[in-house]
T-cell receptor, first 113, second 112 residues
């Protein structure tokens, strides 16, 4: 299994600003993903973070709003840009050698005022 | 459209009882079905998973039952304990694809 850490664990931000969330994995993994989870709700995949190339976004999510970087096999960032209160959510990073077996980080709890 | 349907939304079980959570899917291309356990303020943790070539998988007190013809699978927690109180998510994915589709979650409360 992989141990995944995220920073920050939580933040309160003003609308119109941007926040970058970091995800660090303790071992080299093939796959890294970013999810959004509304409190008390299910998880929705935002994008697959690809090493050295542009992320693959799911329907409803765009690069301008959620730019993602993955410079190496163990690190990725997700930026939530030009935030609005609707972006208030929990953002989760997951990783694994295979996409079927994903291990999740603790999440970043974001509140946009 | 919800790819994986999960029920019940919430479940209250007495300590020592059996907790049963059910999931159903439509996409026959799915071939890997994990269950995740999530405690408040934490990320989901992989609990147990099954492939459709077996009808049952057991790990300790946790058992997955799989009915391929009905496209249904369920999680059974035997001898439920207060420490099992958490939200449980079923999920499904097609091997090689990236999108792990999650159910809507079941909030389990085990009362002493």
């Amino acid at each position: 299994s992989a141990v995944i850490s995220q920073k920050p664990s939580r933040d309160i931000c003003q609308r119109g600003t941007s926040l970058t969330i970091q995800c660090q994995v303790d071992s080299q993994v093939t796959m890294m993903f970013w999810y959004r989870q509304q409190p008390g709700q299910s998880l929705t995949l935002i994008a697959t973070a690809n090493q050295g190339s542009e992320a693959t976004y799911e329907s409803g999510f765009v690069i301008d709003k959620f730019p993602i970087s993955r410079p190496n096999l163990t690190f990725s960032t997700l930026t939530v840009s030009n935030m609005s209160p609707e972006d208030s959510s929990i953002y989760l990073c997951s990783a694994g050698v295979l996409s079927e077996t994903q291990y999740f980080g603790p999440g970043t709890r974001l509140l946009v005022l | 459209q919800q790819q994986v349907k999960q029920s019940p939304q919430s479940l209250i079980v007495q300590k020592g009882g059996i907790s049963i959570i059910n999931c159903a899917y439509e996409n026959t291309a799915f071939d890997y079905f994990p269950w995740y356990q999530q405690f408040p303020g934490k990320g989901p943790a992989l609990l147990i998973a099954i492939r459709p070539d077996v009808s049952e998988k057991k790990e300790g007190r946790f058992t997955i039952s799989f009915n391929k013809s009905a496209k249904q699978f369920s999680l059974h927690i035997m001898d439920s304990q207060p420490g099992d109180s958490a939200t449980y998510f079923c999920a499904a994915i097609q091997t090689g694809a990236n999108n792990l589709f999650f159910g809507t979650g079941t909030r389990l409360t085990v009362i002493p």
